[in-house]
């Protein structure tokens, strides 16, 4: 014959853990099936103890603190249960019970088994008059403590001339849980959008041919192994080489445009100009660079927001001769070439058309890449 069902509805939070990570907390709350109240002698958690996949900690319940729970009516209890288990919770002070509508506590200091896998931890209700527990299976999951993440989205050559392909790259850091299901790559051509399907197992893509400086946006498809599907987007950019360049003199560094993307030729992000800056307000800065290069900037806003950016170059003497202007409500990129010696001034500010509040100052993100067709940063 079954056993009853609990009384209570439980939920136990959170539904994964780390394995191997110190310090990790369990929630139980317990709320009414119907309504009115039950009384409990006890309510407890029975941990399966060890190293395996199948346990949750290595510790004993010695180990672990217990709080959140009615103190004045509730006590704390720990019991071993064999040499794999042990039961861990709160009973009540009373020999009889404790009439309650919901009841919970929380778990403190655990230590999660090394051992990635799933836990299974019985919630026990233990009711006057009964002579066996009601109870009810949770599952934990252990993930690995590897971080994963789908990052470092860029073309193999930043700067490509008018017709010619290029190839973008990105990283993925795997932690055995999550899986790949399908990558998206979307860019535009001056004859429209292009949408490619790279293998979900690909790190590299070729686009292209190219005619115009072109955004590269990819959007990656996640399934974690205990939640809902989950989408991770990054943006990168191309630059091609025709009139802009032209506009702003001769590059003196054009015999050494195979030098861009070389290590330690002073290209990469400009410090303080990466997606962690959140930028509201206007926002102006200049840059002088040390050599011929490629500036890229790309700008994001908030839901409901537009920024304008505007790149001027100038000259030596501080003459203005080029401008470059950018104005966006999604996420978009210009390049701008500085020659040596020659100072980028930037501008930047954001506004809404929806409530006073947002007009105010609504969030952006402002992020510059340099690009030297020569060796030297930009300053």
């Known amino acids: 014959m079954s056993s009853p069902e609990t009384a209570f509805a439980y939920t136990l939070k959170p539904e994964t853990v780390t394995a191997g990570r110190a310090d990790q907390k369990l929630t139980l709350d317990g709320a009414r099936k119907t309504k009115g109240t039950v009384t409990l002698k006890s309510l407890t958690l029975r941990i399966p103890r ?16 217990i709080s959140g729970f009615d103190d004045k009516h509730f006590k704390e209890v720990r019991e071993p249960f064999g040499s794999e288990h042990f039961d861990i919770g709160i009973k009540s002070t009373h020999s009889k019970g404790r009439a309650v509508s919901a009841i919970g506590f929380t778990l403190s200091g655990l230590k999660a088994a090394h051992s990635v896998g799933t836990a299974e931890v019985i919630v026990l209700e233990e009711h006057p008059g009964e002579s066996s527990p009601r109870t009810v299976k ?56 292009v949408t490619q399907s790279p293998a979900t197992t690909a790190l590299s893509a070729e686009i292209g041919p190219l005619q115009q400086d072109t955004v590269v946006q990819l959007t990656a498809s996640v399934k974690p192994p205990a939640t809902e599907a989950v989408t991770i987007t990054l943006t990168t950019y191309v630059a091609v080489a025709g009139p802009r360049l032209n506009q702003v003199g001769d590059l003196r560094a054009r015999d050494t445009v195979e030098l861009m993307g070389q ?54 003497a501080g003459t203005q001769i080029h401008t470059q202007h950018l104005v966006t409500s999604r996420q978009e990129g210009l390049s701008l070439p500085v020659p040596a010696d020659y100072t980028a001034h930037l501008t930047t500010n954001a506004h809404s058309s929806s409530t006073a509040a947002d007009r105010s100052s609504p969030a952006y993100w402002l992020t510059l890449d340099w690009h030297p067709l020569g060796v030297g940063p930009l300053t």
């Open 50 to 65: 060890g190293a395996q996949d199948k346990h949750l900690t290595p510790d004993d319940a010695q180990a672990l603190s």
């Open 138 to 193: 949770k599952s934990i999951t252990k993930l690995n403590s590897a971080v994963f993440r789908i990052d470092g989205l860029q073309p193999k050559r930043w700067l490509v001339d008018g017709g010619e392909k290029s190839t973008v790259r990105w990283r993925v850091c795997d932690d055995k849980q999550h899986k790949v299901t399908g990558y998206r790559l979307d860019y535009t051509t001056p004859i429209g959008p």
């Open 263 to 316: 290590p330690f030729n002073g290209m990469g992000p400009v410090p303080g100009y990466t997606r962690a800056f959140t930028r509201t307000g206007e926002h102006s800065s200049s840059f002088t660079a040390t050599t011929d290069g490629l500036l890229v900037l790309s700008a994001e806003t908030s839901s409901g927001a537009t920024v304008t950016a505007d790149l001027q170059l100038k000259n030596t």
